[in-house]
């Protein structure tokens, strides 16, 4: 039976079946057309993944051009000489790790979001992974070093 095509039941749409599958979904009703849902995909790519696509580049710029003072700031404190010039390296490195994760973290939220409009179930799966994945390496690295890397854990994540 067709409904009545509103934005919020394109929202609710996409939000639970995917873009694509929310769309297929309104044509088995009857709600819309093969054409009009091909139509509003289309539109979505240009609107919604292009968008955020171009969103994630300037993310990436952005963290790419905080890694080298990130670099320097490491270098800086490991010639540091005294407990002055060491505790200002240790701020310094603390106050751009941050700036980094507030990059980091807009960089996944837009991954999440692009994620959510092709498969909402791994959408929100994913940080829930990636939760239990980080405290597993944490805790292995109490045993194994402090260094230890297992991409295989991320697999999921």
Known sequence: MARVLTSRLLTEQIHNYSAWGGFLDLVDDDTITMAA????MAT?????????TLEAKG??????AALP????IC??????KTEAQMQLQI???YNELRAIDRIVVELYETHLTMYG???????KIKPVEMAKAMDAIRKRRLTEGLNL???KMFNHA
Do not use: M
Request: proline fraction near 5%.
């Open 37 to 40: 849902a091909v139509s509003y």
């Open 75 to 80: 270098k800086s404190g490991a010639a540091a």
């Open 59 to 64: 993310e990436v710029r952005s963290l790419t």
């Open 91 to 93: 701020d310094a490195f």
């Open 69 to 72: 003072k990130l670099e320097l």
């Open 44 to 52: 979505f790519f240009k609107d919604g993944f292009l968008e955020h």
């Open 149 to 151: 890397k297992d991409p």
């Open 117 to 123: 409009w092709i498969d909402p179930n791994q959408a």
